[in-house]
């Protein structure tokens, strides 16, 4: 099974690019940063992957690896994918760090939302 360590030099951005649309997909999802942020084992993280992002989750893991995806492989290899990321520091930094910017901006909302009246 090929993993994205296994990716180096132009391949590596090649992969990146083609993987960042629907990684950020699932992180701008408010209920997947909160699955994020409980920092839970990957498995409950993978769980709500599936659920609730499974065009996504198909998109990435094949990517990374075009063996097809099948009841007995998905879960070992999202699980694998979201472990390869917990362990590698700076890829870790930076999606959590993308959670937040995310959060911020969702939470700060328009300023002028709620200075305008509302006509009647």
Same mark, same amino acid.
């Given at each position: *099974?090929?993993k994205?360590?296994?990716?180096?030099?132009?391949?590596?951005?090649?992969?990146?690019?083609?993987?960042?649309?629907?990684?950020?997909?699932?992180?701008?999802?408010?209920? *997947?940063?909160?699955?994020?942020?409980?920092?839970?084992?990957?498995?409950?993280?993978?769980?709500?992957?599936?659920?609730?992002?499974?065009?996504?989750?198909s998109?990435?893991?094949?990517?990374?690896?075009?063996?097809?995806?099948?009841?007995?492989?998905?879960?070992?290899?999202?699980?694998?994918?979201l472990?390869?990321?917990?362990?590698?520091?700076?890829?870790?930094?930076?999606?959590?760090?993308?959670?937040?910017?995310?959060?911020?901006?969702?939470?700060?909302?328009?300023?002028t939302?709620?200075?305008?009246?509302s006509?009647?």
């Amino acid at each position: *099974m090929k993993k994205l360590s296994d990716y180096k030099d132009e391949e590596a951005i090649e992969l990146w690019a083609d993987l960042l649309d629907p990684v950020s997909k699932i992180l701008t999802d408010k209920e *997947m940063q909160a699955v994020l942020r409980s920092k839970k084992a990957p498995i409950v993280t993978a769980k709500e992957i599936l659920k609730k992002h499974q065009k996504e989750a198909s998109e990435i893991l094949l990517r990374i690896d075009d063996t097809p995806l099948t009841g007995l492989n998905i879960v070992t290899r999202l699980i694998s994918v979201l472990s390869d990321i917990g362990k590698d520091k700076d890829v870790k930094d930076f999606f959590e760090y993308v959670v937040q910017v995310t959060k911020e901006s969702v939470s700060s909302g328009s300023p002028t939302e709620s200075t305008e009246e509302s006509v009647h």
